[in-house]
């Protein structure tokens, strides 16, 4: 085989066809394991991970704050000067409801699963990619790293956010390449922040039918929610004006609504409010003695967060209740150039390997590639259809499974064949 990593990556590509049975096996393997957050234990999923990766070959360790989330780091040298890439994905996923989705079935040319789309699916596409270049590293150029964490689900502060703050050296790169659920006719450019937060009340209780002897904890609570609502919800973000401009494009329109459903692209550029969780009361005719609301807020990159957690402060002491923020999963808003040279490699793999276009669009939900945007490093994701993720018919097909395999590989084969200096 020829140095030219254009014939590197045809073939690999080919390969990724005649092993396609190999990688959907490995995949429903990954998905039977029960690796779900909460509670957030990850052993047996990591194991599953240094099996692929010792049977490569390939250098990796296992960097843990606590024991039952480890998080898993590979970095091979290609030998010739270049830049750093980046690989992340996690291994934690989200509750079921429907048992059956531990059976990874295939069905209907679906891979039915918990993590087929969020992330599974794009975390061994990591994973193999990793493995599948080492053998020609010294053919590209610069660095590979692999990591593949734990705790993203909850926040990141035992996955990426524990390895950012004790091996920032090894984890920032030059790019990162992310395989979270994204849709393959879409380019995921920027993510809204969040601010995740309580709200409480309480009261000395009574009896229903002596409301003038204490105050009801629910009422104030949803009073405030209601307020919180008519204020913030669905309120347009003060956007940058170059990326209100590519958000309303009307081929980032056309991709958004088409991948998340319509109003998709609308939604992406407001402020919206979540309460996800209320809890108060025992009985219909007693006065509870406590009440509290569990609230979810997005904001877009261009709005103040701060200024609006300042306000939420103020209008919960105006209420007489008590705020409490999730730090953990409280976050600013991050941004990618969408038009970086990893986003044109993406978006012209995507137009070579699947024959359509992929605008920028803004991801609804929140990722790790938030911890490298923030540092100025641009990070990028490529994974199935998020429209499943998280339900009782979760699922990747089996398509983009192979395609996310192949747009992987095909990325950093550009990026690190590319003799392009070290940013």
């Known amino acids: 085989m020829t140095r030219d990593p254009a014939k590197l990556k045809a073939e690999l590509l080919q390969a990724v066809d005649a092993r396609r049975d190999e990688i959907l096996a490995l995949l429903q393997r990954f998905l039977r394991i029960k690796s779900v957050n909460p509670p957030g234990d990850t052993r047996e999923a990591a194991d599953f991970v240094r099996e692929l990766l010792d049977k490569a070959g390939v250098p990796h360790r296992t960097e843990a704050f606590t024991p039952e989330m480890p998080n898993i780091i590979g970095r091979w040298e290609t030998g010739n000067p270049g830049r750093h890439l980046v690989l992340n994905g996690h291994m934690d996923i989200f509750p079921v409801t429907n048992e059956r989705l531990w059976e990874a079935d295939i069905v209907d040319g679906k891979i039915m699963g918990r993590g087929a789309s969020d992330m599974k699916t794009g975390t061994l596409a990591s994973i193999l ?3 599948w270049l080492y053998p020609y590293r010294g053919w590209l150029n610069g660095a590979l790293t692999l990591t593949v964490v734990s705790d993203e689900q909850s926040g ?26 994204s849709g393959l006719s879409n380019l995921r450019f920027t993510e809204k922040g969040t601010l995740r937060f309580s709200l409480s009340a309480k009261s000395i209780g009574g009896h229903g039918g002596y409301s003038h002897r204490a105050r009801n904890p629910i009422a104030d609570v949803s009073r405030l929610v209601n307020l919180i609502y008519d204020r913030y919800h669905l309120k347009l973000a003060t956007l940058p004006p170059e990326i209100d401009a590519v958000l309303t494009s009307p081929e980032t329109i056309a991709a958004a609504d088409h991948n998340l459903g319509k109003g998709a692209a609308d939604i992406a550029r407001r402020i919206t409010v979540n309460v996800g969780i209320m809890q108060g009361g025992q009985k219909a005719t007693q006065i509870p003695t406590h009440c509290i609301a569990h609230l979810d807020m997005r904001v877009p990159i261009g709005s103040d967060r701060d200024a609006i957690r300042a306000d939420l402060e103020a209008l919960a002491r105006e209420a007489d209740c008590e705020m409490v923020v999730n730090e953990d999963h409280s976050y600013p808003a991050s941004l990618t150039d969408p038009f970086s040279e990893m986003a044109n490699i993406l978006r012209g793999n995507i137009r070579d390997l699947l024959g359509h276009d992929a605008p920028p669009v803004s991801s609804l939900g929140g990722t790790d590639t938030r911890y490298w945007r923030w540092r100025g490093v641009p990070a990028l994701i490529c994974g199935p259809s998020p429209i499943s993720m998280g339900t009782d018919e979760e699922h990747a097909t089996l398509e983009e499974v192979i395609a996310v395999m192949k747009l992987h590989i095909a990325c950093a084969i550009d990026y690190l064949g590319s003799a392009g200096a070290k940013a």
């Open 156 to 181: 990141g502060r035992y996955g990426t956010k524990f390895l950012f703050d004790n091996f920032e050296s090894e984890m920032v790169g030059d790019c990162c390449l992310n395989g979270e659920p």
């Open 129 to 131: 990619t990793y493995c």
